[in-house]
T-cell receptor, first 114, second 111 residues
């Protein structure tokens, strides 16, 4: 089983719908992240959480919200999806221990907003 | 502004050939630099990490270099294989463990 699991892996939805992408991890890491990847562009940080009570906006948080339900779970919500939110979304984790900043990514969630 | 620039954007080589990918950064202060490999449709996976004091590090057929003075890193792939076809992403860690991502180099290895 994957250490970082994202659901759903693929989702097609319509403009205005509410969408939730879920992420769970078995690595025991304290830090979790949501990134967005668009064709030809690098990974961009949406939100990150350093522990259950810590939520921080990334560079492109507008239109998104997150919830850290437990150390192992971090969900991303699009309250009212729009077509330019069509992208590949990645959840990632890291540990403060060792402090090297290595990210462990999930397999990605491909979202299409029509 | 912290930036990480990678070149080339894309590259096609024949199987068995070598190639070198470049990463230039302006992140300061610098903590470390990491190269990730991202297979199509998959999440990135770390290949190697370079810290300030390291000049060269190898991981199998992958060799990374770092010149902290010129703020440049390279990833050299020796005797390429079809499975090397992927995107390679350079990520620099700066102050407060904040990460700056490069746009990636898309490598295609043809038989």
């Amino acid at each position: 089983d994957a250490d970082v699991t994202q659901t759903p892996r693929n989702r097609i939805t319509k403009t205005g719908k509410r969408i939730m992408l879920e992420c769970s991890q078995t690595k025991g890491h304290d830090r979790m992240y949501w990134y967005r990847q668009d064709p030809g562009l690098g990974l961009r940080l949406i939100y990150y959480s350093f522990d259950v009570k810590d939520i921080n906006k990334g560079e492109i948080s507008d239109g998104y919200s997150v919830s850290r339900q437990a150390q192992a779970k971090f969900s991303l919500s699009l309250e009212s999806a729009i077509p330019n939110q069509t992208a590949l979304y990645f959840c990632a984790t890291s540990s403060i221990r060792g402090n090297t900043g290595e990210l462990f990514f999930g397999e990605g969630s491909r979202l299409t907003v029509l | 502004k912290n930036q990480v620039e990678q070149s080339p954007q894309s590259l096609i080589i024949l199987e068995g050939k070598n190639c070198t990918l470049q990463c230039n950064y302006t992140v300061s202060p610098f903590s470390n630099l990491r190269w990730y490999k991202q297979d199509t449709g998959r999440g990135p996976v770390s290949l190697t990490i370079m810290t300030f004091s390291e000049n060269t590090k190898s991981n199998g057929r992958y060799t990374a270099t770092l010149d902290a003075d010129t703020k440049q890193s390279s990833l050299h792939i020796t005797a390429s294989q079809l499975s090397d076809s992927a995107s390679y992403i350079c990520v620099v860690t700066g102050a407060g463990n904040m990460l700056t991502f490069g746009g990636g180099t898309r490598l295609m290895v043809k038989p």
